[in-house]
């Protein structure tokens, strides 16, 4: 063992300083440790990824797949694999129970392959107490890393594989941006690019800015770059993704708009349709509106989170917006694009909501005519403000007030739905029907799906589709012949 230790200690010392150059030496030194293994064993290894939360955390998991398949292993459809991370979500509590609670079946894996290396990373790692917990209570999990420095996964997988002990590298805050490392997509046609980290809002019932550290933009050539990448791959759309998309760029050595960044990534050629999440109303911009309203690419779909249709309400969850305000901006969309979908977040229960705030957000729900909204019962995050505050709302209350807001969301939802029946639109198709496969599934450009009778010879495409019915949050359509 002491020998043992000794040889990675000089391997480290060996490693080049400069990122990623450090990172490629390690997928390296994984992938010889693999090679043996594999040799061994008489078959090639496995892993597996579990991944919670948002879009960031799914990019996340791309990223560490890319890492994982040039080190050698092999993707499974099982958590019985030889490498398994969990790339956890601590937005709400119960994204947390989730994870813990699959977490143990683990275990019986690893009795079976004691070489299986289980690793957790993600936004619940950022919190100290649930490290901790991992630590002593799930002792099984072998490497635990946050979210500022999940480019090193082949750095910390090297040292547990060659020193055969826990690796635990939690890093508070960063201001790097590691660029040029691998990335898998699950999609050969459709693909997500970062481009910003972090968030600054601190909304008061938000954890996010505790666990994603301070905002911080990519440069717009790497932004480009990447893209254009992606466009020789054959990807037709791309999602731009970042807490707050609208205030891209203004910490950057040569600030430039969210804007004039779409504007830059619709020259691309090949890039048919651009999406991006999320906006913040209190950031977004006349220039937005019109570089949107101006573009063939920029879909038509707005998610626009609104969280409370109270002003009162929205001032103590520090949104810096009022309820005119918000709808103030819905009608300058509207008047710009009159064809847009308009889709939101809302959460029910924030600490002092009373039955006349409940109205307002009921009241928002029908002004501005959402597609569709998630809801979300509010749930204390500690270290947030909203935790602190006095006027928790009884449970009954809550889930009374949830009902009725689905209701009212439902209503307006099937509408809203409604309105493109016996049109014919441009649709991406994603792949058959999950539950039919002589059907396919696609996209509109404002986000609705629709299915309709094709071969697979069409995914990936766009192609124009008649919507014959509509069935509230789908249509049903056929292919055009014209
Ligand atoms: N950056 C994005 C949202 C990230 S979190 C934005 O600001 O729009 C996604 C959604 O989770 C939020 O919009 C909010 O509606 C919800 N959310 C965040 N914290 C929550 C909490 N403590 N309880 C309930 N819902 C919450
Ligand atoms: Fe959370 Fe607000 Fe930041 Fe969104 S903008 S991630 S809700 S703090
Ligand atoms: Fe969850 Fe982290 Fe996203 S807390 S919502 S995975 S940024």
Redesign the pocket.
């Known amino acids: 063992m002491i020998d043992n230790r000794t040889e990675v200690d000089v391997e480290m010392q060996e490693a080049p300083e400069e990122e990623p150059a450090r990172q490629r030496f390690f997928i390296k030194k994984c992938r010889e440790l693999l090679q043996k293994r594999e040799q061994e064993l008489g078959r090639k290894l496995t892993f597996h990824d579990q991944t919670f939360g ?1 879009q960031m955390n799914f990019k996340d998991s791309e990223k560490l797949n890319g890492i994982l398949e040039e080190i050698g292993y092999v993707p499974v459809n099982s958590e019985d694999a030889d490498f398994v991370y969990y790339n956890t979500c601590t ?2 509590e119960n994204a947390n129970v989730r994870v813990y609670g699959r977490l143990g079946t683990l275990k019986t894996y690893k009795k079976k392959n004691p070489d299986m290396v289980i690793a957790m990373c993600g936004c619940m790692m950022q919190e100290e107490e649930e490290v901790q917990k991992v630590k002593e209570v799930y002792k099984f999990v072998d490497v635990v890393f946050g979210t500022h420095n999940i480019f090193k996964l082949a750095e910390l997988l090297y040292q547990c594989l060659s020193t055969k002990r826990r690796v635990f590298d939690i890093w508070e805050k960063t201001d790097l941006i590691i660029e040029d490392l691998p990335s898998d997509r699950k999609l050969k046609f459709k693909a997500g690019v970062n481009i910003m980290f972090g ?1 600054n ?1 601190f ?1 008061s ?4 800015p505790y666990v994603r550290g301070r905002e911080r933009s990519r440069k717009p050539e790497d932004i480009v770059a990447e893209v254009e990448c992606l466009a020789k791959e054959g990807v037709v759309e791309i999602m731009l993704l970042g ?2 998309v609208n205030s891209y760029g203004k910490t950057l050595e040569h600030p430039i708009t969210f804007a004039e960044l779409l504007r830059r990534v619709e020259q691309v050629d090949g890039i048919e349709r651009i999406r991006f999440m ?3 109303p209190k950031d977004l911009s006349e220039e937005l509106i019109s570089v949107m309203a101006a573009s063939k690419k920029v879909c038509r779909h707005l998610h626009l ?1 609104v ?1 409370s249709g109270s002003s009162r309400l929205l001032e103590k969850m520090n949104r810096k917006y009022t309820k005119e305000q918000y709808l103030e901006l819905v009608g300058k969309l509207r008047e710009a694009m009159p064809d847009l979908s308009l889709t939101t ?3 029910v229960g924030f600490p002092g909501e009373t039955e006349e705030d409940f109205q307002e957000t009921l009241d928002m729900v029908r002004k501005a005519r959402y597609d569709s909204a ?1 809801t ?6 500690s270290g ?1 403000p ?1 935790a602190e505050m006095e006027e928790q709302i009884p449970e009954d209350v809550v889930h009374d007030r949830f009902d009725r807001l689905l209701k009212v969301v439902g209503e307006v939802a099937k509408e809203r739905n409604a309105r493109l029946k016996g049109k014919t639109e441009l649709v991406l198709v994603e792949g058959p029907d999950e539950k039919d496969d002589t059907m396919m599934t696609g996209r509109l450009s404002n986000n609705n799906v629709v299915h309709f009778k094709a071969d697979a010879s069409v995914i990936g495409k766009i192609v124009p589709v008649v919507l014959e019915e509509a069935k509230g949050f789908y249509y049903l359509g056929r292919l055009s012949n014209g």
Do not use: L
């Open positions: 948002c937005v709400r968030c809002n909304c019932y938000c954890i996010v807490q707050n999320t906006s913040h989170p969280q977040d809302i959460i998630f979300f019962i509010y749930s204390k995050r947030t909203a």
